[in-house]
């Protein structure tokens, strides 16, 4: 049979390499979420204080007492600062879920790359296969047929 020679990919450093970017997008990607779960969990702690000063303006108008316009202008003025700080807390939001939806999408870009790298890599291996199952054949056949030449050379002889 023929030699020891086995399957070498020439292009393994250009997988590797793909490889590697993909993970260095997945770490991206985790990091990209966790900032997106604060962004959420601040946008949801701003909703509660909201609602609570909601719930304060409504018991301050629905007691029978006057209230001052010292307290109507804090008051108000407090909700206002809670909403935009909201607006602002969801705008900070969104442009967080769209970064992170673009790595989404260069993360599913990359894996198609190592992807189409790996199926080339499948298919050179299984003509390497087939190459040398082809010459361990041609060889195998060679020495067959020296061998029958050898036998009835001595077949003749005797």
């Not at 020891?4 to 990091?31: H, K, M, S, V």
């Not at 018991?59 to 202008?73: E, I, K």
Request: aromatic fraction near 6%; charge should be neutral; proline fraction near 1%.
């Amino acid at each position: 049979m023929s030699g020891q020679a086995r399957f070498r990919y020439a292009l393994e450093p250009i997988l590797l390499t793909r490889q590697w970017a993909l993970d260095a997008l997945l770490l991206e990607l985790g990091e990209a979420n966790a900032q997106l779960a604060e962004c959420r969990a601040n946008c949801a702690a701003a909703r509660e204080q909201l609602d609570q000063a909601a719930v304060q303006w409504r018991a301050l108008g629905a007691g029978a007492q006057a209230l001052s316009v010292d307290q109507f202008m804090r008051l108000a003025r407090y909700m206002d600062e809670r909403g935009a700080h909201l607006r602002a807390l969801e705008q900070a939001q969104a442009l967080k879920e769209q970064e992170r939806d673009a790595l989404i999408d260069q993360v599913a870009a990359a894996q198609r790359g190592i992807d189409a790298v790996e199926r080339h890599r499948k298919r050179m291996q299984a003509q390497f296969v087939k190459a040398r199952t082809s010459g361990d054949f041609k060889i195998a056949d060679d020495q067959w047929g020296m061998l029958q030449a050898g036998l009835a050379n001595h077949d003749n002889q005797i």
